[in-house]
C-alpha cells in the first residue's frame, strides 16, 4: 500500500472519503475540479486520521502523508491555541465566582455572629425578666397574705374601740352624778381593763406590723429569719386576741 492509496482511504467521522483532484478539459483549457470545497479539518477528524496513519503506514509514509497536507499541523496548531485561550478565560472567571462566593461567605458569617451576639443578649434579658417576674409574684402573694391579717386585725380593733368608747360614755355619765357608787367602782375597773386590753392588742399589733415590715425589707438575705420573727408575732397577736381573761371578767362584771 503506498501513501497515495492510505490518505484517500481515510474516512472522516460522518463525512464522505476523500478524493483525488481530478482534471477536465473545457474549451481547450485544463482545469481542476473538486469534488466537495475545502474546509478545516475538525479535531476528531484530525484524531482519527492521526490513529489511522499510525495503524496502516509506516513512519515514512506517514511523515510524506502530513507533509503532503501542511495546512493539518497549522490546524492542529490553531485549535489548541484556541483552545488554551477559552480554557484560561473560563479559569479566571471561576476564579472571579469563587472569590465572589468567598466574601460572600465571609460578609454571612459575620453577619450570623452579630445576630448570635444578640440572640444571647436576649436570651439572658429574657431570664432576667422571668426572674423578677417570679420574684415579684412571690412577694405579690406574701402582701396578699398580709394585707387579710391586718384587715383582719383592723376588724378586731375597730370592736375594741367601739367598745372603750361605750365604756368612756358610762363613766362621764357616773362623774355627772358627783358621787361615786359601787357601780361606779366597778365602771373604773371594767375601764382600766378595757385600757390594759387595749395597750396589749395595740402592742401585739404593732410587734406584727414591724415584722411584716422587716420581712418585706429582708425577704432577699434574711427570709428565714423574717418569717420566724412574722410568725412569732403573730402567734403572739392571736394570744392576746384569744385569751379568755378578758371575757371572764366581763361576766363576772355583768352578773354583779
Known sequence: ???????????????????????????????????????????????????????????????????????????????????????????????????????????????????????????????????????TSEELEQKKISYRLLKKSDREKGKIDKQFVALKAVVGQHKCRGKETETEKALREALANANRRIEELEEAGNQLLDAFDNSSDDEENEANDGQDAKTVAELKFRAVLEDDTYEEQKALQGSA
Open 1 to 135: 500500500m503506498d501513501s497515495s492509496s492510505s490518505v484517500n482511504s481515510i474516512v472522516a467521522p460522518n463525512s464522505a472519503p476523500l478524493q483525488r483532484p481530478r482534471s477536465s478539459s473545457m474549451h481547450g483549457h485544463t482545469s481542476l475540479s473538486l469534488s466537495r470545497p475545502p474546509r478545516r479539518w475538525s479535531m476528531i477528524e484530525t484524531v482519527s486520521i492521526a490513529m489511522t496513519i499510525n495503524r496502516d503506514l509506516t513512519e515514512s509514509e506517514a511523515d510524506m502523508t502530513i507533509h503532503s497536507r501542511p495546512n493539518m499541523r497549522f490546524d492542529l496548531a490553531e485549535h489548541w491555541r484556541g483552545r488554551f485561550l477559552e480554557q484560561e478565560v473560563h479559569a479566571s472567571r471561576l476564579k472571579s465566582d469563587n472569590d465572589e462566593k468567598g466574601r460572600r461567605i465571609a460578609a454571612l458569617k459575620s453577619k450570623n455572629k452579630d445576630l448570635q451576639g444578640l440572640f444571647d443578649e436576649s436570651l439572658a434579658t429574657g431570664k432576667a425578666f422571668l426572674a423578677a417576674y417570679t420574684a
